[in-house]
C-alpha cells in the first residue's frame, strides 16, 4: 500500500520550468525527510535536492537558486520546482521517502 508517485515531467525548452510533484499513499510525508535524485545515461545518480521532517532544505551546488522543493502536507506531496532549465538537467526524477522510491519521470530539456 505504500507508494510514491512521480508526475510532472516531459518536455520543455532550455530556460523554461517545469513543477515535477511526489504524492504518496500509505505514509505520511509530514513527519519524513524527502529527497529528489535524478539519473541521466551515463552518469551517477545525484541527490538535487532535500526537505526535512523539520521543513529544512538543502539543494546541490547544480541547481540552487533555480529548484525549489516545498511540501503540502494536506495533499500528502512534496514538489520541486525548477526554473531557468538547462539541457544538463536532463534526466529521470525520483522521489524517496526513505526506504519507499518513486518509479521516476523524465525531464528532457532541449537547447
Known amino acids: 500500500q505504500v507508494q510514491l508517485v512521480e508526475s510532472g515531467g516531459g518536455l520543455v525548452r532550455a530556460g523554461g520550468s517545469l513543477r515535477l510533484s511526489c504524492a504518496a499513499s500509505?505514509?505520511?510525508?509530514?513527519?519524513?525527510?524527502v529527497d529528489w535524485y535524478r539519473q541521466a545515461p551515463g552518469n551517477q545518480r545525484e541527490l538535487v535536492a532535500t526537505?526535512?521532517?523539520?521543513?529544512?532544505?538543502n539543494y546541490a551546488d547544480s541547481v540552487k537558486g533555480r529548484f525549489t522543493i516545498s511540501r503540502d502536507n494536506a495533499k500528502n506531496t512534496v514538489y520541486l520546482q525548477m526554473n531557468s532549465l538547462k539541457p544538463e538537467d536532463t534526466a529521470v526524477y525520483s522521489c524517496?521517502?526513505?526506504?519507499?522510491w518513486g518509479q521516476g519521470t523524465q525531464v528532457t530539456v532541449s537547447s
Open positions: 524517496r521517502a526513505w526506504p519507499v
Open positions: 500509505g505514509i505520511s510525508l509530514s513527519d519524513r525527510t
Open positions: 526537505i526535512a521532517n523539520t521543513g529544512g532544505t
